[in-house]
């Protein structure tokens, strides 16, 4: 098939799914065209069967604002009439969603649509009494629309007050990136004297509490000798160092930026720690716990599908500062429990998330649209 994905293409969990999907896609065979405003960040090199078109915003001294929603429509319809596009998968509701349908208008009908809802397009965007409407017109006129939790979709059908079908289909990992790996050497150099090591990962906004984060590994580390690895990068950083030198932790916590290579990132550390307040699916998590490493989490959204309690991880109440301590210390002094939580945590990953599934999933919704005649 030929396929069109448009994501946003820098840091963020949604673009990462975009991307690995394409890559996946292609190496099945199809033909993948993304319509992005810059080179996603994890396409990295050439691929076979991989074409980028960027979307070139039209700066006239005349707007107000860049037009990037209607240039981006545009591109969509360009890129679909000549490459021939049979399918436009769309991740993230605003605004790929309503420029994606829009594009559809301008082509017809033979252009299927489908909406990936990831999190944040739905619970914060979608309660935006700005966007909620047209937000809603994006996911009703998509061909099919897909959420990455069933949590997300009852969240979907509550904000929306929609009826319409939406496919589950989770996020995903590949096994042949995601696994553990030795990274002794490098461990070594952050935690020379054996300190347990944990990390955070996201792209440091309000709604990831990474407070909660610092706190947590403050109590930890008054117990017993450790690091803070934070990975990632987004507004809360500058407030987060200040944080650290605020509660006397800065000295033990590593701020490492963006990494391209998550599964050596991780394989450094013991726990990941993630204390949020919204999270859709939580695709981090899902990455660590292929690499072996158990989770600490907030009891929010979709983290419940992917995190199994007191058995891949533990799960928490929003805020819980002092269980979330308490069980992240039991996990890394109990040497029999942490293994027993590594090898479950790999084994649910590989087998409840394996990329080979997932795609499968995707491939299938889209020969459902284009076999659709409406
Ligand atoms: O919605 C966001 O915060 C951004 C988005 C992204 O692009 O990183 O994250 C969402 O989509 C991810 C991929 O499906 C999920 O793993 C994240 O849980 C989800 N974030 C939230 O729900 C807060």
């Known amino acids: 098939m030929k396929i069109g994905i448009s994501c946003y293409p820098s840091a963020g969990e949604s673009g990462v799914v975009a991307t690995q999907l394409g890559k ?12 992005t405003s810059g080179m996603p960040f994890r396409l990295g090199k050439y ?33 679909a009439k000549n490459e021939k596009l049979d399918v436009l998968h769309v991740h993230y509701a605003v605004p790929h969603a309503i420029s994606a349908n829009l594009a559809k208008r301008m082509v017809g009908d033979s252009l299927k649509v489908v909406t990936t809802l990831h999190g944040t397009d739905i619970t914060v965007l979608a309660n935006d009494y700005r966007l909620k409407d047209i937000i809603r017109f994006g996911v009703e006129q998509s061909d099919a629309v897909t959420a990455v939790s069933k949590n997300l979709i009852e969240e979907t059908k509550q904000v929306l007050q929609i009826e319409r079908p939406i496919d589950l289909v989770y996020n ?11 990274m002794c ?40 000798p450790a690091k803070l690895l934070m990975i990632g990068e987004g507004p809360e950083l500058p407030f987060i160092r200040d944080l650290a030198y605020e509660i006397g932790v800065a000295e033990d916590v590593i701020v490492l930026g963006k990494e391209d290579s998550m599964a050596c990132v991780l394989s450094i550390a013991d726990v990941l720690l993630l204390a949020s307040e919204q999270e859709s699916f939580g695709l981090v998590v899902l990455e660590a716990m292929a690499c072996g490493k158990p ?3 907030s009891n929010v959204g979709g983290l419940l599908e992917v995190v199994k309690d007191g058995d891949t991880g533990f799960v928490l109440s929003i805020g819980d500062i002092e269980g979330m301590a308490e069980k992240a210390l039991q996990l890394v002094r109990d040497e029999a429990m942490y293994k027993r939580f590594s090898c479950a945590s790999i084994d649910r990953a590989y087998r409840d998330f394996s990329h ?19």
């Open 185 to 224: 050497d490098i461990r070594g150099e952050y935690a020379p004297n054996g300190e347990k090591v944990f990390i955070h990962i996201s792209n440091f906004r309000q709604v990831k509490r990474v407070p909660d984060v610092m706190h947590v590994f403050s109590k930890v580390r008054e117990i017993i």
């Open 356 to 374: 080979f599934d997932i795609i499968e999933q995707y491939e299938a919704i889209y020969k459902r649209v284009v076999q659709s005649t409406a």
């Open 295 to 297: 989770v600490i989490v």
């Open 24 to 35: 996946l896609l292609a190496e099945k065979g199809h033909i993948v065209h993304f319509i």
């Open 172 to 182: 995903f990992i590949d096994k042949r990136e995601y696994y553990p790996r030795d």
């Open 47 to 79: 691929y076979q069967n991989i074409y980028f078109h960027e979307v070139d915003v039209n700066n006239y001294s005349v707007f107000q604002y860049p037009p990037y929603d209607l240039t981006l429509a545009s591109r969509m319809a360009q890129v």
